[in-house]
């Protein structure tokens, strides 16, 4: 069993950085595909970037440029750094694990298995 917790959700100005991290524990998470979700009141869970077992990173266009996921395997952990923020990123952030696939990873968040308790940004303009 996937346990995941994130962190380092928080509020910032419009412009300003902020740094998600998920811990992973009970499973090696470098295996598969990983992504990062996010939720805004009232509307849809939606893809933000997504990384496969190789490394391979793909982001939703309206994030392209600001936001970079990255996994560290020795601390079984995810990230996603978001720089340039705008009021708009603001929503719920979860970190997603899909243990059946590792290459071409979904934006689709049904097919996840597992996902953290969620960590809330908020970007003020």
């Known amino acids: 069993q996937v346990q995941l917790v994130e962190s380092g959700g928080g509020s910032a100005q419009a412009g300003g950085s902020l740094r998600l991290s998920c811990a992973a524990s009970?499973?090696?998470?470098?295996?598969?595909?990983l992504g990062w979700f996010r939720q805004a009141p009232g509307k849809e869970r939606e893809g933000v970037a997504t990384i496969n077992s190789d490394g391979r990173t793909n982001y939703v266009d309206s994030v392209k440029g600001r936001f970079t996921i990255s996994k560290d395997n020795a601390k079984n952990s995810l990230y996603l750094q978001m720089i340039s923020l705008k009021p708009e990123d603001t929503a719920m952030y979860y970190c997603?694990?899909?243990?059946?696939?590792?290459?071409?990873?979904?934006?689709?968040?049904?097919?996840?298995?597992?996902w953290g308790q969620g960590t809330q940004v908020t970007v003020s303009s």
């Open positions: 009970g499973y090696t998470i470098e295996r598969y595909c």
């Open positions: 997603a694990v899909d243990v059946h696939r590792w290459r071409d990873c979904l934006w689709v968040a049904a097919f996840y298995d597992y």
